[in-house]
């Protein structure tokens, strides 16, 4: 199946609110002995949702590709549950074994057939003024293994299958153009263009979508920042 030959301009300055992510920053490290945990809703056709953490309400109406903010929860077993926006129909429930002084982000993927909560740790490198830091992770329910690399063919990740993350990655900070190809080839199947690293700025992209989707299911690429100053 080929996939569609996409084009996205990343503009840094409306992320923050666009993708719904905290604007203040965050203990780092983890000032307090708590796991801290940040939701995403990575599920194509999946409706918007209401987030229960140990059955408390952490957020109203998250809709597809948005994030929440980090919180915290306490060290060891945790549950959460996604309900249809304002009713209680339940889409998924999960129990988490999160460790103290830890970051994760939990992706609400797949199609909605197959919702799942998919846990990922965040670990960060030490930030730096003079650097920022990146991964990827895969999302795209149908779209084959692929390779990231800069547009002067310098690979940054290969081979990242689908409910896939790679490592954080320490970057110069500037100005990039990134291109999603099929692995193992030269096909560009996504290509963000002005993409810029702020120091000590933690990103990560994640691939989202369907290969044959339309509309806000179309295959793309979200972004979010986990951490925002030093």
């Keep these: 199946m080929k996939l569609k030959n996409l084009h996205l301009v990343i503009l840094v300055g409306m992320m923050i609110f666009a993708l719904g992510c905290d604007k203040g920053d965050f203990p780092f490290p983890p000032n307090q002995n ?34 929440t903010r980090y919180t915290t929860l306490r060290e060891g077993e945790n549950s959460v549950k996604l309900t249809i926006a304002e009713t209680s129909d339940v889409v998924l429930e999960k129990n988490l074994d999160l460790a103290a002084e830890t970051y994760y ?30 991964r990827f992770v895969h999302l795209s329910p149908d779209a084959p293994t692929v390779d990231v690399t800069i547009n002067d063919g310098t690979v940054l990740f290969s081979a990242v299958s689908f409910k896939e993350n790679t490592a954080f990655l320490s970057l110069p900070i500037g100005q990039y153009t990134l291109q999603i190809k099929l692995a193992g080839t030269a096909t560009v199947v996504l290509e963000i263009e002005d993409l810029v690293l702020a120091p000590s ?13 339309e509309g806000a299911q179309s295959l793309g690429a979200e972004i979010i920042m986990n951490r925002i100053k030093l």
């Design 34 to 67: 708590l796991p801290h945990v940040m939701l995403i809703h990575a599920s194509p056709d999946a409706p918007a949702v209401d987030v229960y953490l140990d059955d408390a309400l952490f957020a109203k109406s998250l809709e597809y590709p948005n994030n």
């Design 105 to 134: 982000s939990v992706f609400a993927c797949d199609v909605a057939a197959n919702i799942d909560a998919w846990v990922v740790q965040d670990q960060f490198l030490d930030p730096t003024l003079d650097s920022a830091q990146l």
């Design 201 to 213: 700025v933690i990103y990560t992209i994640w691939a989202k979508g369907l290969v044959e989707g």
